[in-house]
């Protein structure tokens, strides 16, 4: 797994999983790789390595995102490059807007939107919205543009999130209550297979792209 910034001696791992991609049940070549850690004074850290190399696609892109206490979003940290424009960023949270400061192949770019909920483009990245069920602002970033100044631009959205009733199912020998967190925004739909831990175990989106859980660990 590749990181933006490495794990350091203070930080406890907690979760960490890895998602396999797949059309009509073929894998895609993409893995999705997580990795989630207790920092200091109740703070977590997530990382995320979207590693599609050997997919049609050929990007990379990876995410560092800290969590405050209650498990909000306070800070993010990305990069995407391969077979395409080079991008990185961060964002900040000050109260309800996102202050986002970007470059696209050089070009820098900044962007700022007001909302409640928030995710980024990975399987992981909507396991931000758990707790979110009902709310109808959020904010996302638009990774599907053909507008390169666009790319990985923090977005305001009008968003549908659903959590539905959990079922006990078998997932890699273990049995978990799994609920399905559904997502759609702006032409999207997203239904994402979580447990009581948020870990992302099954993925299904509009474009028929699915992904599923080939690696789950709990540390501790």
Known sequence: MRFIIHELPYERPLLAGRLRYERDGVPTGAVESWRLTQAVDDYRFLRVDLDAREAPSGRSCLFHVTLNPAGRPEQLKYRVWGNGPEISGTAVWEGHDVIAARRVDGVAYEDVARGEAFWFPAGSGLTLLAADAGETKGITMLADTSDPAQLMAVVETPVDITLGAAAT?????????????????????????????????????????????????RYG
């Open 169 to 217: 199912e078998n997932v890699n020998g273990e049995l978990l209550l799994v609920r399905p967190l559904t997502v759609a925004w702006a032409g999207q739909h997203r239904t994402l297979w979580i447990d009581t831990e948020s870990r992302p175990l099954r993925l299904r989106r509009n474009d028929d792209l699915t992904a599923v859980a080939e690696r789950l660990v």
